[in-house]
């Protein structure tokens, strides 16, 4: 009997281990709750929505009362005709392929530039003391200043817009993984290091994974600074070798007077800013929040 006692103590320590063991993965899995895609839409893109239609109610009223000449302010039905014709033209598509083509471009280049430069500079310490300040120096100059520089260097050639780019995104891609790769638990790497991963494997599995959140808030900021750094390249260096971008098309309405032009021109530019950061960014981000278990709503 004493053994029979003793096997059914071992079983039920057993089974409170396990149950125990159970209750903490549950504690660590994501809870995930289902929303319908109206009450999705109404979180996500009813509010823009409705502050641009106070944006423009604010700015029809101020158009109304004739507090500034309409040569300085148009009207937002001015503006929506000038946008209207552009997209019945065609000629909206042709502008929006050139700035977002090159931008897309310059951000996937800068990407595969930042990310082992990163890295290195995050895990090498001489690295680090030689070239870490000078991407925090470089991510606060503004990208406009590299403009003239890169006209002499390289003329009005794609080359220009390109090497202003990279230099607007390079340092905040790079930036944020080393960031985030600051705030990795060192319980990982060792934990890498026992399982025989090092080098590349080290960075493929471990860190880059472990440092996703820092990295992707680095690739949010090196986007928004990309498209800046762009728009500041195709105004000041613009030419027929470069074709009309949105810049391009900003500079033309501005070089002959029509704000309307510049205004459409404004228009698109923020149109294609919030259209990445919702299509692309933010279901990103959520998407690694909830592998985390931080998004509760799906």
Known sequence: MPREDSSMTV????????AAVAGLDALDTPVERTTPWWQRFLRTWLPP??????????????WASAVTPEYKL??????AAAFGETVASGEIWSILWTSVSRAALGFLL???????????????PVVRAAIGPLLTGLQSLP?????PAAVLWFGLTNATIFFVVLLGSVPSIANGLVAGIDQVP???PRAGQVLGATGYRMARYVLLPAALPGYLAGCKQGWAFSWRSLMA?????????????L?????NGADVNDIVQVFAAILLILIVGIGVELLVFRPLERRILRARGLALTV
Do not use: F, M
């Open 11 to 18: 079983v039920e320590n057993d089974r409170d281990s396990a």
């Open 49 to 62: 929505l409705v502050a641009l239609v106070v944006i423009v109610v604010v700015w029809q009223l101020v």
């Open 74 to 79: 148009p009207a937002p039905a001015d503006v």
């Open 110 to 124: 800068a990407l595969v530039i930042a990310t082992p430069l990163g890295v290195v500079v995050a895990k090498v």
């Open 143 to 147: 990208s406009v200043a590299w403009v």
């Open 186 to 188: 060192p319980i990982l």
């Open 233 to 245: 390249a195709e105004i000041i260096a613009a030419g027929p070798a470069l074709g009309v971008g």
């Open 247 to 251: 810049g391009a098309y900003l500079k």
